[in-house]
C-alpha cells in the first residue's frame, strides 16, 4: 500500500546519522556486499517456534525466494518512491526537504533524504544489486527491536557493488543522489516485514546524507 504523503505538515527533530564508505569490515554485522546476484545465496530463517515443542527438520523455511525489479526514483516534487516487482508493492521512501514539504526550486545534486520509516524483515534476507552502475546510499541499524534512530548509519556505496542484508537487519531504501534507477532483487518469498515509524515513536525523521 502507498501512502502519499507520511509526513504531512508536522513539525519533528530531524537526527542526522554518520556517512560511511560501504566496506567488506564496515558492514560487519549488518550484510555483505555483493559481486555476483545470481550467485549469492539469501539466508531463509525457520519461523520462531510457539512453545517448547521444536520445528520438525526441514520445515518452517520451505517459502524459498522471490526476486523480480527494485524501481527507485526521485519524483519531481523531491519525494523519493519505490516500486518492488518481487512483492507488488509500492512505497513512499523520504523527502528530500525536512517534514515532506514539496521542492519549489533546486540547484544542484540533492546531498541528503529525510526519512520517515525503517524495516526489517525476519523470515529472510535481502539483496539489492544495480543494474547500472549509480552511487546510493543504504541506512542500516543491527537488529533489535529497543533500536533508536542514532542506532542508524548510512552505508555509501560507489555502484560497482550490490547489497546484500541479513535477516532482522533495519533498513529502508537504496537512495539515490539524483534521477532514478533500477536494482535486482532477491529475498524472502514470504516477505514478513516488521516497521518503525519515526515520527510516532521518536517525533523525529533521520536525515541521511547522500554524498560523501
Request: include cysteine.
Amino acid at each position: 500500500m502507498e501512502i502519499s504523503n507520511p509526513v504531512q505538515s508536522g513539525e519533528f527533530d530531524i537526527v542526522e546519522i554518520e556517512l560511511i564508505e560501504a566496506t567488506p569490515e564496515t558492514l560487519t554485522g549488518y550484510g555483505e556486499l555483493v559481486d555476483d546476484p545470481q550467485e549469492h545465496a539469501v539466508e531463509i530463517c525457520v519461523w520462531p517456534r510457539p512453545g517448547w515443542r521444536p520445528i520438525d527438520p526441514g520445515t518452517g523455511n520451505e517459502g524459498g525466494t522471490t526476486e523480480g525489479t527494485f524501481h527507485f526514483w526521485w519524483d519531481e516534487y523531491g519525494v523519493y518512491r519505490g516500486a518492488n516487482e518481487a512483492v507488488n508493492d509500492r512505497y513512499v521512501l523520504g523527502f528530500s526537504q525536512p517534514n515532506g514539504e514539496p521542492e519549489t526550486s533546486r540547484v544542484g545534486l540533492r546531498t541528503a533524504v529525510y526519512l520517515w520509516h525503517a524495516n526489517y524483515h525476519p523470515d529472510g534476507g535481502q539483496l539489492f544489486y544495480p543494474r547500472e552502475r549509480c552511487p546510493f546510499v543504504a541506512p542500516l541499524a543491527l537488529p533489535g527491536e529497543d533500536v533508536r534512530p542514532e542506532d542508524f548509519k548510512a552505508f555509501y556505496f560507489d555502484g560497482s557493488s550490490g547489497l546484500y542484508i541479513h535477516p532482522n537487519v533495519w533498513h529502508e531504501a537504496m537512495f539515490l543522489v539524483e534521477g532514478q534507477g533500477e536494482f535486482f532483487d532477491k529475498q524472502g518469498k514470504v516477505h514478513a516485514r516488521i516497521s518503525i515509524d519515526f515520527r510516532q515513536e521518536f517525533k523525529c525523521l533521520l536525515k541521511a546524507p547522500l554524498t560523501l
